[in-house]
């Protein structure tokens, strides 16, 4: 078992629809939280970032960490064919050495 | 700008050689990670350096080297024992007291010939 699932899609979606991008984990210890944005053969690029359990909002996006479910959400509002990209999970621990990343869901925007 | 500049961008590799991707970087950072892109498999961590002329091996470090002689440079070696090198590599940094915000490069798509 992975310690970090993500269902890798492709998702797609009609322009201005709500999407919603999920992300379950095994290890008990991660503490910190965070979705990246990867468009195709780029780096990817931190698009939220939580501590611990709840809710921050940036604009049309908004994270979810529930720990006692181990299971974290990206919703994006009004999406628009340029959130059409990758979004990839990861997470880490207070002991942490580098990031644990999920495979990533592609998400295509129609116009 | 500062950023994180990977070089080449697209590299191939003949049966028996060694290559090596270059990562370079302009924001003072400590950290500096690579990680290996296969279709499907998400990011998987190869090595990591948090400070100049130290460095530990990730998940999948059989196959590959690095080096951190200086701080913002961290080129990784694909060696011949590496027997299925094809995959999309990226370089990131990160300051030390903020390692989970990493900043990744453009990356390099390795094949082999």
């Known amino acids: 078992q992975k310690e970090v699932e993500q269902d890798p899609g492709p998702l797609s979606v009609p322009e201005g629809a709500i999407v919603s991008l999920n992300c379950t984990y095994s290890n008990s210890a991660f503490q910190y939280f965070m979705w990246y944005r990867q468009y195709s053969r780029k780096g990817p690029e931190l698009l939220m970032y939580?501590?611990?359990?709840g809710n921050k909002e940036d604009g049309r996006f908004t994270a979810q960490v529930d720990k006692s479910s181990k299971y974290i959400s990206l919703f994006i509002r009004d999406s628009q064919p340029s959130d059409s990209a990758t979004y990839l999970c990861a997470m880490s621990n207070t002991g942490r050495r580098a990031l644990t990343f999920g495979s990533g869901t592609r998400l295509q925007v129609q116009p | 700008d500062g950023g994180i500049t990977q070089s080449p961008k697209y590299l191939f590799r003949k049966e028996g050689q060694n290559v090596t991707l270059s990562c370079e970087q302009n924001l003072n950072h400590d950290a500096m990670y690579w990680y290996r892109q296969d279709p499907g498999q998400g990011l998987r961590l190869i090595y990591y350096s948090h400070i100049v002329n130290d460095f530990q091996k990730g998940d999948i470090a059989e196959g590959y080297s690095v080096s951190r002689e200086k701080k913002e440079s961290f080129p990784l070696t694909v060696t011949s024992a590496q027997k299925n090198p094809t995959a999309f590599y990226l370089c990131a940094s990160s300051m030390e007291s903020a390692g989970e915000k990493l900043f990744f490069g453009s990356g390099t798509q390795l094949s082999v010939l």
């Open positions: 939580t501590y611990s359990s």
